[in-house]
Each structure stands twice: as structure tokens, then as C-alpha cells.
């Protein structure tokens, strides 16, 4: 027999946003349920890199994680189909984790908070008018307010407007886990494994996971990508490959529609340049989670999606500039060019790996710094003499 059950909030996903939007929440005073299809732990495609922006948001949101859940990588190497650009010092560190486990914390921290633990159950059916859903075994829950934090494939964001994502505008990455191999740990990253996007290596406690992804549509041919980028690193054969959606840039101008909202990979918050997408995960779950806390305490559920969007709209600022810079880095006919401007420079070396490790944001790199990486990449392109000595 169904039962229908009422909260104040309902959060679909339970991963890194849906977790920190769940977490948020309930300690600002709300009755949430936290609901996933999967039971936790479980298995999560992702490199799991973990950037210094991502380490600020999880200790913000989360605190202090237990020791060991993140891996400290201190060299990062860039190469360009396998020839070395440079190797560059994290400090501090880069860091990696393993996805199952990490996740497994974070929803953990969420049902400690007072989350009600819906995971392990698939949503059968969502009216977002009602923000109410009814799992597969019959419950319905209902709610003033809805958090979408469902993943690329985001089924809130499918009812509400018939699609997740462009299909012509995400990524698809390809991954498989390696053994380590031995001597001194580096993690890696080929701007020439893709079109308009990389490859990676990054260590982990225990193993090592390469991948390889770029904007679907300028990839048809990504599985050879990766066999070739496979035979670069070294891999041995028989390695399980397994591929996943990004959205890498394309996020909806309004995340969420009424009284529903969209976090992290839901609403396209993944760096469109580094892919990173685990620090806006968590910095928009807790921003929607906040949201709902002051709607409902002004008795206007109806603005929530307001509070949210205007916390939003810096992240939203970053990505927009992260997409210009874009189509310098990656456009194919500057893409060698870019990667030569690394090597020769030592300065775009550094500005690069602290933009993938979250020291540094687009906005701080400034118009100047711009023109000067345009000058590099595009007068000599347009001279027909070529680059001057």
C-alpha cells in the first residue's frame, strides 16, 4: 500500500551537490529527504580530482574529511601527444580520490545531519509543479521545494524541459583503472589526447585512472583516441574501458524552473576548459540548499529559485569566461600552437595548472593576460611569413 510522506525539502542525488545540498539544509532547521537510485557505497565514473577550490568548498560545507580520503599528488606534468611540455610543483598539492568512497562520506555527513535516507530507491515519477516525486515502490514524497543534484543525465531536468543537456555541446570521457606504475608519483595531463578537450593520468591510493574526453561532437572517434593514449602511458591491455557525459560548459542560463532547482552536474556547472567539476558540485548544492533554508523561512518557496541564481551568478560569470578562453586553447588550428606557448613559457605552464587546480580563476587572469596568450596564438598563425625569431 502507498504512502505519501512530507518534508520540507526533497534532494534528488546524493552525490557530491545533492549531498551538500541535503547537509545544508538540515542544519539550517529543514526536514529533507536525500534520495539516489543507488545504495552507498557505490561506483562513480569520474577522474576524482580534487582542486584547491574544491577543498575549500568541501571544508566550508563538509569539515574535516577522515585521513586518507584524499590522495596528495605534489608534480603535475603536461605533455601534448606524449611529448613533454613541462613539470610543474603543486604547492600546495594537487589531490585525488577514489569516487566510491568519497561519496560514501559525504552522503554519510548528510543522513548525520538529519537527511532522511531515501537512497537505494529510483524515482518512478516527478511533478515539479507539486515538487513531488514517487519512488518505485509506491511512497510519494512531497515538498515545497525540489533540488535536482541527478547528474548529466539529470532525470528533474529532463521533466522539466524535455532534456538534460545539447547533446552537440557536452563531453564524453573514457576511463579505465590502471595498477600504478612504479616510481615517483606525477599526474599528467595531454592536451593533444582530444579535440577540444585531454587526456589524463591520476595517481590514487592504490592505482591509477586514465582517461580521455572532449566535446562528443569533435570526437567521433574517441575510443582510438584513447587506445592510442593507452599505448602512450604504458597500460596493460585487457583493461576494463568505461565511458560518461560531462556537461563541460553547458549549463541553462536559469538553473531550475517554479520551485524546482538544479545543482552541480544537473544544472552544467564542470569547468569547460579543466572539467572539474567536483568544487562547483558542492559549492552549488550548499547555495541551493541555503536558498531553500531563506525561502522557506520567508514563507516563499517561490523564491528560492531567486535567492539561488543570485548566488549563482558568479559561478556562472566563470564559466562563460572559462568557454571564451576555450576556443583559444582548443580550436584545432591554435591547439599546437598553445601547447608550444607552454613549453617555450614558463608562466602559461604555471597559470594553466593553477587554473586546473583552482588556485587561480578565470577573472584573475585578467584582459592583459589574454591579449598576450592572443598575440602568441594568433598573429603568428595570420603572418604569412610565420613567427619572427
Known amino acids: 500500500m502507498s504512502q ?12 557530491p551537490a545533492g549531498s551538500a545540498a541535503a547537509l545544508v539544509a538540515a542544519q539550517g532547521g529543514l526536514s529533507v529527504a536525500l ?4 545504495a552507498f557505497p557505490r561506483d562513480k565514473l569520474c577522474g576524482g580530482g580534487i582542486s584547491g577550490r574544491a577543498q575549500g568548498h568541501l571544508d566550508r560545507v563538509f569539515g574535516a574529511l577522515p585521513g586518507g580520503l584524499l590522495h596528495p599528488v605534489s ?15 603543486c604547492d600546495p598539492p594537487f589531490h585525488t580520490t577514489m569516487r566510491r568512497a568519497f561519496d560514501a562520506v559525504l552522503a554519510g555527513r548528510a543522513l548525520g545531519a538529519g ?8 524515482v518512478r515519477g516527478i511533478d515539479p509543479d507539486a515538487a513531488a516525486i514517487t519512488l518505485t515502490c509506491g511512497t510519494q514524497l512531497e515538498a515545497p521545494l525540489l533540488i535536482g543534484a541527478d547528474g548529466v543525465n539529470s532525470i528533474v531536468a529532463r521533466r522539466l524541459w524535455g532534456r538534460a543537456h545539447d547533446p552537440a555541446r557536452i563531453a564524453f570521457a573514457l576511463e579505465v583503472e590502471a595498477p600504478a606504475p612504479p616510481g615517483p608519483e606525477v599526474l599528467e595531463i595531454d592536451l593533444g589526447a582530444a579535440h577540444w578537450g585531454y ?9 591509477l585512472t586514465l582517461g580521455v574526453g572532449g566535446l562528443a561532437a569533435r570526437n567521433p572517434a574517441l575510443g582510438a583516441s584513447m587506445a592510442d593514449y593507452l599505448a602512450r602511458a604504458g597500460a596493460p591491455d585487457g583493461l576494463r574501458i568505461r565511458g560518461h557525459h560531462l556537461p563541460f560548459g553547458d549549463f541553462p542560463a536559469i538553473a531550475g524552473e517554479g520551485r524546482v532547482l538544479l545543482a552541480g552536474d544537473a544544472a552544467g556547472l564542470v569547468d569547460p576548459i579543466t572539467g572539474e567539476g567536483i568544487g562547483w558540485a558542492v559549492h552549488s548544492g550548499a547555495l541551493a540548499g541555503a536558498a531553500a533554508v531563506r525561502a522557506l523561512a520567508e514563507d516563499a518557496p517561490g523564491a528560492a529559485l531567486r535567492h539561488y541564481m543570485a548566488g ?3 559561478v556562472h560569470a566563470e564559466l562563460r ?6 576556443r583559444l586553447i582548443y580550436a584545432r588550428p591554435l ?3 598553445f601547447a608550444r606557448a607552454i613549453a617555450r613559457n614558463a608562466a602559461i605552464q604555471r597559470r594553466y595548472v593553477q587554473l586546473l587546480q583552482g588556485e587561480r580563476d578565470y577573472a584573475d587572469l585578467g584582459a592583459g593576460s589574454v591579449l598576450r596568450l592572443l598575440r602568441r596564438l594568433v598573429l603568428p598563425a595570420l603572418d604569412p611569413l610565420g613567427p619572427r625569431r
Open 4 to 15: 505519501t510522506r512530507r518534508f520540507d525539502l526533497i534532494v534528488i542525488g546524493a552525490g
Open 35 to 38: 534520495v539516489d537510485r543507488a
Open 75 to 89: 608534480q603535475i606534468r603536461l605533455r601534448h601527444r606524449g611529448a613533454d611540455l613541462g613539470v610543474q610543483i
Open 115 to 122: 537527511a532522511a535516507d531515501h537512497t537505494g530507491q529510483r
Open 199 to 207: 587526456g589524463w593520468s591520476f595517481p590514487k591510493a592504490g592505482g
Open 312 to 314: 549563482l551568478a558568479p
Open 321 to 326: 569566461r572559462a568557454r571564451m578562453l576555450r
Open 335 to 337: 591547439q599546437g600552437r
